[in-house]
């Protein structure tokens, strides 16, 4: 049974940082790519940024360059998204995804196979 489990959501000022991290298990071979989507009352869920399991190669939406940061431990299957210069508008459940095969739509919510159960960030203004 695949698990993603994230932890580290939280209440924070506007201009802070927090950090949260996505630990996974359960998958026979190692993901494509894992990374986060957001979802705030009353919106879709939207891509936010991911990597790339091997290459490490990012992919992060316009709203959050220059503020968020994703890395991974792979001999942990853990993910990490830095975020720093949090804003009111960052206000979101944050959920961590995992997607097994390459499918060239990195940004796409459909594409992705596993989900976490998501972690409020509330950033106050």
């Known amino acids: 049974q695949v698990q993603l489990v994230e932890s580290g959501g939280g209440l924070v ?3 802070g940082s927090l950090r949260l991290s996505c630990g996974f298990s359960g998958l026979t071979f ?3 790519a894992v990374g986060w ?3 705030a009352p009353g919106n879709e869920r939207e891509f936010v940024i991911i990597i790339t399991w091997l290459g490490g190669t990012t ?3 316009d709203s959050v360059k220059g503020r968020f940061t994703i890395s991974r431990d792979n ?3 853990t993910v990490y ?3 720093n210069s949090l804003k009111p508008e960052d206000t979101a459940v944050y959920f961590c995804a995992a997607k097994q095969r390459y499918s060239g ?3 796409y919510r459909e594409t992705y196979d ?3 159960q998501g972690t409020q960030v509330t950033v106050s203004s």
Do not use: D, I
Request: aromatic share 20%.
């Open 13 to 15: 000022q506007a201009g």
């Open 30 to 32: 190692s993901p494509y």
């Open 37 to 39: 989507f957001r979802q």
């Open 59 to 61: 992919y992060q939406s």
């Open 75 to 77: 001999a942990k299957n």
């Open 81 to 83: 998204l830095q975020m």
């Open 105 to 107: 739509l990195m940004t």
């Open 114 to 116: 596993f989900w976490g």
